[in-house]
């Protein structure tokens, strides 16, 4: 028996088959091919922290790609930008030395490159000059989604008063859960604000998506695969970019440090599904309508194909 399930909608994806979004136009459009064939319809191509004037130009490939699709491609759906304006305390493994401060000039630049596509921008609430930032990106239509932060509960509190939605990969590049001092894993599972949870089974342990989606439901769990250059490609070491990766059972370390997935997000909501024992009509939501609802679209991608031996 085979299922028709609605088209799935990754919304934060770096790369893909040894591309990543940074690389231009040609690698936007083989990362776009990569995701249709696996059942995801729609995507938000995401850059990572890098020299500002590498950030205008990656926005300006995705808006460019994004008027030159093919029907093999997923459809782009909007822009997300990771950083720059993160907490240099929190970075993960975007590049601490290109973090800067949140800033209303370079935020107009970043509208501005985006040429009307929708925008997702990850910001720490807590840098200086974060308020005003998000106040002005909320108001132009820009979803703010908070992460690499240390931020207290007050500090996440006040960026959720003033419009922002979601929050980037809960649990990871951010300050841990303490019972007197709630951060922004404990602000981020209390509010309505949507939550990122990355799909690989790696960077979040099943049980603790399980917490998260009882916690929050399934209509306010965003699933996002968080892909880098490594998904698609089979386990191994490889040289990218100047890089040194190496994918290992759904994940990629550089210098074994964790930087980024390998599992593509139908791989990863299937797996999951075995994991909970949730039905997969059930998780799928977080997958499709979920991340849809998250940014404010509203629209038809193509029927996804899953067969019952899943």
Not at 67 to 74: F, G, H, M, V
Not at 123 to 151: Q, R
Not at 172 to 177: A, D, L
Request: glycine share 10%; charged share 20%; aromatic share 6%.
């Amino acid at each position: 028996m085979i299922r028709r399930l609605p088209g799935l909608v990754d919304s934060h994806v770096h790369g893909a088959v040894g591309k990543s979004v940074m690389d231009g136009i040609d690698a936007i459009k083989e990362i776009g091919e990569y995701l249709a064939l696996n059942g995801i319809y729609g995507w938000f191509p995401t850059t990572r922290t890098a020299p500002w004037d590498g950030i205008l130009e990656a926005v300006n490939s995705i808006v460019i790609a994004s008027r030159q699709q093919s029907s093999a491609e997923a459809r782009i759906l909007g822009v997300h930008v990771e950083g720059p304006f993160l907490n240099p305390d929190f970075h993960g493994s975007q590049p601490v030395e290109y973090i800067i401060k949140p800033s209303l000039q370079k935020a107009e630049k970043l509208v501005k490159a985006a040429q009307g596509l929708p925008l997702i921008v990850t910001l720490a609430p807590e840098a200086p000059g974060a308020a005003e930032v998000i106040d002005y990106l909320v108001k132009n239509g820009v979803v703010v989604s908070l992460g690499h932060t240390g931020a207290t509960y007050e500090q996440m509190q006040r960026a959720i008063s003033i419009g922002a939605n979601r929050v980037t990969h809960l649990f990871n590049s951010m300050k841990f859960f303490h019972h007197r001092e709630p951060g922004p894993i404990g602000t981020a599972l209390f509010s309505d604000a949507y939550v990122e949870l990355i799909v690989d089974g790696v960077h979040v342990h099943p049980a603790t998506v399980g917490l998260t989606l009882k916690a929050k439901g399934l209509s306010r769990v965003v699933f996002v695969s968080n892909g880098t250059e490594g998904m698609g490609l089979e386990d191994g070491v490889y040289e990218l970019d100047g890089h040194v990766l190496r994918v290992e059972k759904g994940a990629v370390y550089e210098d074994n440090t964790l930087m980024g997935s390998a599992t593509n997000l139908k791989d990863g909501v299937i797996s999951l599904s075995r994991k909970l024992n949730i039905p997969l009509e059930d998780l799928w939501i977080t997958a499709s309508r979920a991340p849809l609802e998250s940014v404010g679209l509203d629209i038809d991608l193509p029927l996804c194909t899953v067969s019952d031996s899943y």
